[in-house]
């Protein structure tokens, strides 16, 4: 088992947003890192797009903490990532936060409508 398998979850969060969108790309299986930043810009709608820099460089330190592995395809000219044990349990619990925040901010009655007045 390694290190980030046996981490509660906990202590992986709260995650930062490119970290959180590149699990949430990895959720529904393995990808490359171009098809990670298509997936990440489409999740996030306009408000997030992702360059190589980001992309890579916390896909560095996510392999380095255990969330996601690399995985050998056929293709040698494509890197392939999938989220590890670890990586769905820091997914799992950053939509806990997620939310727990949401259910505070209707309890609270704050508007949810990205177009709402601000006072």
Same mark, same amino acid.
């Given at each position: 088992? $390694? !290190? *980030?398998?046996? $981490? !509660? %979850?906990?202590?992986?969060?709260? @995650?930062?947003? =490119?970290?959180?969108?590149? @699990?949430?790309? /990895?959720?529904?299986?393995?990808?490359?890192?171009?098809?990670?930043? $298509?997936? %990440?810009? *489409?999740?996030?709608?306009?408000?997030?797009?992702?360059? !190589?820099?980001? @992309?890579?460089?916390?896909?560095? &330190?996510? =392999?380095?903490?255990? @969330? %996601?592995?690399?995985?050998?395809?056929?293709?040698?000219?494509?890197?392939?990532? +999938?989220?590890?044990?670890?990586? +769905?349990? *820091? /997914? #799992?619990?950053?939509?806990?936060?997620?939310?727990?925040? /949401?259910?505070?901010?209707? &309890?609270? #009655? %704050? !508007? /949810?409508?990205?177009?709402?007045?601000?006072?």
């Amino acid at each position: 088992m $390694k !290190p *980030a398998d046996r $981490k !509660p %979850v906990s202590t992986f969060g709260p @995650l930062t947003a =490119a970290v959180f969108h590149i @699990l949430l790309a /990895l959720a529904d299986g393995r990808k490359h890192g171009y098809a990670i930043m $298509k997936q %990440v810009a *489409a999740d996030g709608g306009s408000n997030l797009r992702m360059g !190589p820099g980001t @992309l890579y460089g916390s896909l560095q &330190r996510m =392999a380095a903490a255990g @969330l %996601v592995e690399e995985r050998e395809e056929d293709d040698e000219r494509r890197r392939y990532y +999938q989220l590890t044990a670890g990586g +769905q349990r *820091a /997914l #799992r619990g950053e939509l806990d936060r997620l939310r727990q925040a /949401l259910a505070a901010a209707r &309890r609270k #009655r %704050v !508007p /949810l409508d990205a177009t709402a007045r601000r006072t």
